[in-house]
């Protein structure tokens, strides 16, 4: 069962831009600050890759394809973490999936995970 809720995929032409949000809702602020977060991304037919993570102490780290384009952040008081992704492509199509890992420097976010929002982008 996905314990982080994800939102703000959808239908956008090539160039346009989406946010897309991930919370927890159950933890408290002390733990959503110790954690590592990530964006991940699954094709129709490949497999699931990393698009970007944040590691507790803010460090950002991006998938060659999508530097420049997408940035990782946080907002602390909503305790949420976001994908900014601009000058999108059709091959951005993917479904999304948030993760968080309980060590804060964790390179690959596993330890928990939302259920996958929908990416699409029209040529």
């Known amino acids: 069962q996905a314990r982080l809720e994800e939102s703000g995929g959808g239908l956008v032409q090539a160039g346009g831009s989406l946010r897309l949000s991930c919370r927890d809702p159950?933890?408290?602020?002390?733990?959503?600050?110790?954690?590592?977060w990530g964006w991940y991304r699954q094709a129709p037919g490949k497999e699931r890759e990393l698009v970007a993570t944040?590691?507790?102490?803010?460090?950002?780290n991006y998938a060659d394809s999508v530097k420049g384009r997408f940035t990782i952040s946080r907002d602390n008081a909503r305790k949420t973490v976001y994908l900014q992704m601009n000058s999108l492509k059709p091959e951005d199509t993917a479904v999304y999936y948030c993760?968080?890992?309980?060590?804060?420097?964790?390179?690959?976010?596993?330890?928990?995970w939302g259920q996958g929002t929908q990416v699409t982008v029209a040529s």
């Open positions: 993760a968080a890992d309980q060590d804060g420097a964790s390179a690959l976010p596993t330890d928990y």
């Open positions: 159950r933890i408290i602020l002390s733990t959503f600050w110790a954690r590592a």
């Open positions: 944040l590691t507790s102490g803010g460090n950002p």
